[in-house]
């Protein structure tokens, strides 16, 4: 945690490298209180109402809804992925860890807000052991990256 923030006195500075991102989210609780202790609640507020577009980094349009539809469309690409994962020559290891990143993907698709940002990178990491154009074209119809 203290790549991400540093304490010196009554300052404190955050670090905005490259890590920020996963650091921030990694350990989202320890820097909300930091950030009250600091006194940067009403700098929370304000930036809560910055016009932010994460699709620039997400690479979701910022209309994008993880609707029925989506959801729908999502479960077929994964069985899909796996009738592939079948018919491939991956190692055992390569299997598990795909169909593992698959198993994962459904379970965060059936939750009522599910983390769109995790499912698109674990729908990624399984593709990347399947090479099938016609996966990636689906992916790239459902998520629009």
């Known amino acids: 945690m203290q790549d991400l923030f540093l304490v010196a006195g009554d300052e404190v500075y955050f670090g905005l490298g490259s890590s920020f991102p996963v650091h921030l989210y990694e350990m989202k609780s320890a820097v909300a209180e930091v950030a009250i202790d600091a006194g940067l609640a009403d700098a929370a507020r304000i930036m809560a ?83 099938g154009v016609g996966l990636l074209a689906d992916f790239k119809s459902i998520f629009g990256n």
């Open 49 to 131: 109402k910055l016009p932010i577009d994460s699709s620039s980094w997400t690479g979701l349009s910022k209309s994008f809804k993880f609707d029925a539809m989506a959801k729908e469309k999502v479960t077929a690409l994964v069985q899909k992925a796996r009738t592939e994962l079948q018919r491939s020559s991956l190692s055992n290891a390569e299997h598990s860890k795909a169909d593992a990143y698959l198993d994962c993907v459904l379970l965060l698709a059936e939750q009522e807000d599910p983390d769109v940002d995790l499912i698109t990178v674990l729908l990624r990491k399984a593709l990347f052991f399947l090479t």
